[in-house]
């Protein structure tokens, strides 16, 4: 693709409730990333996938976080017994070198 | 203290004028630092990186990193509206994944006409 989609581009759950947001990275990028927005503050690491695997998993909060990425390509990033404080912009990035190009991001908001 | 820094602003110049953008960081063995421009419910995009000490150019932007200091900067030229946006300052730390970068909050900008 163009660029690096993300779905859904909007999510509202009840707390308590599991979520599932999807990454597409660009073509051909081995490297993704998860980063989380809160309202105000810069993006947070969460982890990164080098291939299929999690080459650094540090920045993901808790256990309830969970991330895949199966065959290299699409991830998605899991999320069990929602909170009201995971309410923020999750982005998605990937990248072949150095450039690490976003997402539009998925805005989950958690009631 | 945050490993990254910036003042939020916001920051407000006229059509015309240079903006002037800061961060300082906390790690004094980070390697690579990225500024990264995001519009208003968009997602962040890499405007310049630098290693080296000094400055960097590209068209109206400037990056300049002083190490010592544990500084870097961005300096907008001619700056104009269409560059109102957030500015947020990433750092690649030493001994890092090449995946993790350190953000800022982010600097407001606004430039009106």
């Known amino acids: 693709g163009a660029g690096v989609s993300q779905t859904p581009s909007n999510k509202v759950t009840e707390k308590g409730k599991y979520v599932e947001l999807r990454c597409d990275p660009i073509s051909g990028h081995t490297a993704l990333y998860w980063y989380r927005q809160s309202l105000g503050q810069g993006p947070e690491f969460l982890i990164y996938f080098q291939g299929t695997g999690a080459a650094d998993d540090s920045g993901l909060p808790n256990d309830r976080f969970f991330a895949v990425r199966p065959e290299g390509s699409v991830s998605t990033l899991k999320i069990q017994r929602t909170e009201r404080g995971d309410s923020a912009v999750y982005l998605c990035a990937s990248s072949l070198n150095t450039e690490a190009f976003f997402g539009q991001g998925t805005r989950l908001t958690v009631v | 203290q945050k490993e990254v820094e910036q003042n939020s602003g916001p920051l407000s110049v006229p059509e015309g004028a240079i903006a002037s953008l800061n961060c300082t960081y906390s790690?004094?063995?980070?390697?690579?630092f990225f500024w990264y421009r995001q519009y208003s419910g968009k997602s962040p995009e890499l405007i310049m990186f630098i290693y080296s000490n000094g400055d960097k150019e590209d068209g109206r932007f400037t990056a300049q990193l002083n190490k010592a200091s544990q500084y870097v900067s961005l300096l907008i030229r001619d700056s104009q509206p269409s560059d109102s946006a957030t500015y947020l300052c990433a750092v690649k730390r030493r001994g890092s994944t090449l995946g993790r970068l350190y953000f800022g909050r982010g600097t407001q900008l606004t430039v009106w006409p």
């Open positions: 790690d004094r063995g980070s390697q690579s």
